[in-house]
């Protein structure tokens, strides 16, 4: 098993700045990928920006350029930081964790912390 624990989001201006970060703990694979995937009101979860154990990226268009995404393979850390919120990233942001064992993989979920960008 996996838990991992959130931290960050909250209310900020259209414009403004937030830094999420997640903890995992347990059973973690050497070959993973944390990342983190949002959802909001009445659509389905979609990935933001996913960072593999060997820091491979990737990014979602709508966040290209305003996200960056980091981790501390050492700690079991990854954080999202985002810059120039707009109010349509407002959504529940999750922290994920899947880990691979050829040809399968499993993932874990978090517990989803709010971000709210105002107009």
């Known amino acids: 098993q996996v838990q991992l624990v959130e931290s960050g989001g909250g209310l900020v201006q259209t414009g403004g700045s937030l830094r999420l970060s997640c903890a995992a703990s347990?059973?973690?694979?050497?070959?993973?990928?944390m990342g983190w995937y949002r959802q909001a009101p009445g659509k389905q979860r979609e990935l933001v920006a996913t960072v593999t154990s060997g820091g491979s990226t990737n990014y979602a268009d709508s966040v290209k350029g305003r996200f960056t995404i980091s981790r501390d393979n050492a700690k079991n850390t990854v954080s999202l930081q985002m810059n120039s919120l707009k109010p349509e990233d407002t959504a529940v942001y999750y922290c994920n964790l899947r880990n691979s064992y050829w040809p399968s993989s499993q993932d874990y979920w978090g517990q989803g912390t709010q971000v709210t960008v105002s107009s």
């Open positions: 347990g059973s973690i694979f050497r070959i993973n990928a």
